[in-house]
C-alpha cells in the first residue's frame, strides 16, 4: 500500500528553523495535492499549508510569511521550511498527499504520514 515517510522534526529554540520532508512510496500513479497538518496536546488537528501540483499553496494564518511549502515533483515528496518558530508551533506534524494509486484499477485516495514530533522551547 501507499506510505508517506516523514523526516526531520525535533527540538529548537524560538526563533529558530526546522525543516521537515515526507516522501510517498508504493505503487503510486500521480500525487495531486500535498500538504501538512499539526497537532497540539488537547487541540484538533489543523491544516499548516497546502501546494498543488501546479504550484499553488495556501497557509494557515497563524505561519503565513514564516512558513514555506514546497515540492519535488519528480521525486514526489514535500517540504516546510519552518522559520521564526514560536512555543505554539509545538505540535506532532502530519504529512498529508491525495494520491492516485495504481493498481488493477486506479482509485484516489487521502494519505497521511506516521506524524513527527516538533518542539519549540522559549
Known amino acids: 500500500q501507499v506510505q508517506l515517510e516523514e523526516s526531520g522534526g525535533g527540538l529548537v529554540q524560538a526563533g529558530g528553523s526546522l525543516g521537515l520532508s515526507c516522501a510517498p512510496s508504493?505503487?503510486?500513479?500521480?500525487?495531486?495535492?500535498m500538504g501538512w497538518y499539526r497537532q497540539a496536546p488537547g487541540k484538533q488537528r489543523e491544516l499548516v499549508a497546502v501546494?498543488?501540483?501546479?504550484?499553488?499553496?495556501n497557509y494557515a494564518d497563524s505561519v503565513k510569511g514564516r512558513f514555506t511549502i514546497s515540492r519535488d515533483n519528480a521525486k514526489n515528496t514535500v517540504y516546510l521550511q519552518m522559520n521564526s518558530l514560536k512555543p505554539e508551533d509545538t505540535a506532532v506534524y502530519y504529512c498529508?498527499?491525495?494520491?492516485?494509486?495504481?493498481?488493477?484499477?486506479?482509485?484516489?485516495?487521502?494519505?497521511w504520514g506516521q506524524g513527527t514530533q516538533v518542539t519549540v522551547s522559549s
Open positions: 498529508n498527499a491525495r494520491i492516485i494509486a495504481a493498481a488493477t484499477v486506479a482509485y484516489e485516495a487521502n494519505y
Open positions: 508504493g505503487r503510486i500513479r500521480s500525487i495531486k495535492t
Open positions: 501546494i498543488t501540483s501546479e504550484g499553488n499553496t
